[in-house]
């Protein structure tokens, strides 16, 4: 099995800063494409970011172009998300997937391996 845990949410005021970790147990992560995606109460998890098996192809939903940046360290079997400018829109909880196949894709259907979640809240 592939095991994902996320760290490194909390509170912070809006234009501020966090940026979340997500470790794999797995000796097979650097065969998987990441993703971040998010889910806001009330609302349907949406896509934040992807990167690719090497981490030379990354992909972003527009809400966080710009802001957001998706990065991987493969020798820690870690994968980051740096968020920046932060919104109270953004606060949702936030989940690390792995992706054997590669895709990098914003559908989270594609993706077979999930973490728990770390809550971040923005705000005003």
């Known amino acids: 099995q592939v095991q994902l845990v996320e760290s490194g949410g909390g509170l912070v005021q809006a234009g501020g800063s966090l940026r979340l970790s997500c470790a794999a147990s797995t000796l097979t992560f650097t065969s998987y494409a990441m993703g971040w995606f998010r889910q806001a109460p009330g609302k349907e998890r949406e896509f934040v970011a992807a990167i690719s098996r090497s981490g030379g192809n990354t992909y972003y939903a527009d809400s966080v172009k710009g802001r957001f940046t998706i990065s991987r360290d493969n020798a820690k079997n870690s994968v980051y998300l740096q968020m920046n400018s932060l919104k109270p829109e953004d606060t949702a909880v936030y989940y690390c997937?792995?992706?054997?196949?590669?895709?990098?894709?914003?559908?989270?259907?594609?993706?077979?391996?999930w973490g728990q979640g770390t809550q971040v809240t923005v705000s005003s």
């Open positions: 997937a792995a992706d054997p196949s590669n895709y990098y894709s914003s559908n989270d259907r594609l993706y077979d391996y």
